[in-house]
């Protein structure tokens, strides 16, 4: 991150912690609703944009206060977004899937 975004930031009143919290609070909400999925259920994760969504597999936390999400858009094609922690609209929903034998997990979380 430039200085000049970090004083960016620091004008919109964010720090580098902000961001940490925002990676570790999704992590966490993603995780427990991974964990309380029910038999033949997996969970989806999609992510809002203004002109479109992507079904998230994979949030990479790039720079303070930076995420990149990468998945699938609404057509299956491949996808990834970089974006601002606080631009970021992200909705999780558990969804029935008979054909799966076991509860669904694919969701993975790392630092760059």
């Excluded at 057509?75 to 631009?87: D, F, M, P």
Aim: with cysteine; charged share 25%; hydrophobic share 40%.
């Amino acid at each position: 991150m430039t200085a000049k975004e970090v004083d960016k930031d620091r004008q919109a009143g964010l720090s580098a912690d902000d961001g940490e919290r925002f990676f570790e609070a999704l992590k966490s909400h993603v995780q427990d609703a991974e964990n309380n999925l029910k038999m033949h259920e997996e969970l989806e994760i999609i992510c809002h944009l203004r002109n479109g969504r992507v079904w998230a597999s994979q949030f990479v936390f790039t720079a303070p206060n930076v995420i990149s999400v990468y998945g699938n858009d609404s057509e299956g094609n491949r996808a990834s977004i970089v974006a601002h922690v606080n631009t970021i609209q992200v909705e999780l929903k558990n969804k029935a899937s008979p054909l799966l034998a076991t509860k669904h997990r694919l969701i993975t979380f790392s630092r760059k």
